[in-house]
């Protein structure tokens, strides 16, 4: 069984750093590119970042020089690690992995940026 779970969220004020780690078990973890979404309350949700099996990264253009993902195939974890944070980074993030046609979802790490 496919079972993602995040971990790293809380409340940070602005301007810091928080770094958040997705955790998976029950697939062959380096084969997989993993994704980390956001969903800010009343807004949809959006991809943050994206790793691929061979390391290649893609960001959304608001995070690209603030979040970098990388990924530890040893302890099947992915971390993001988000910098200069800012209220509307305010969101709950989740970490996703497609395996076939299923799409696997972790429960989420709330990340409140407030002074």
């Known amino acids: 069984q496919v079972r993602l779970v995040e971990s790293g969220g809380g409340l940070v004020r602005p301007g810091g750093s928080l770094r958040l780690s997705c955790v998976a078990s029950g697939i062959a973890f380096r084969l997989y590119a993993i994704e980390w979404y956001r969903q800010a309350p009343s807004k949809e949700r959006e991809l943050v970042a994206a790793?691929?099996?061979?390391?290649?990264?893609t960001y959304t253009d608001s995070m690209k020089g603030r979040f970098t993902i990388s990924r530890d195939n040893a302890k099947n974890t992915v971390f993001l690690q988000m910098n200069s944070l800012k209220p509307e980074d305010t969101a709950v993030y989740r970490c996703?992995?497609?395996?076939?046609?299923?799409?696997?979802w972790g429960q989420g790490t709330q990340v409140t940026v407030s002074s």
């Open positions: 996703n992995v497609r395996v076939g046609a299923t799409s696997y």
């Open positions: 790793i691929t099996s061979g390391e290649s990264t």
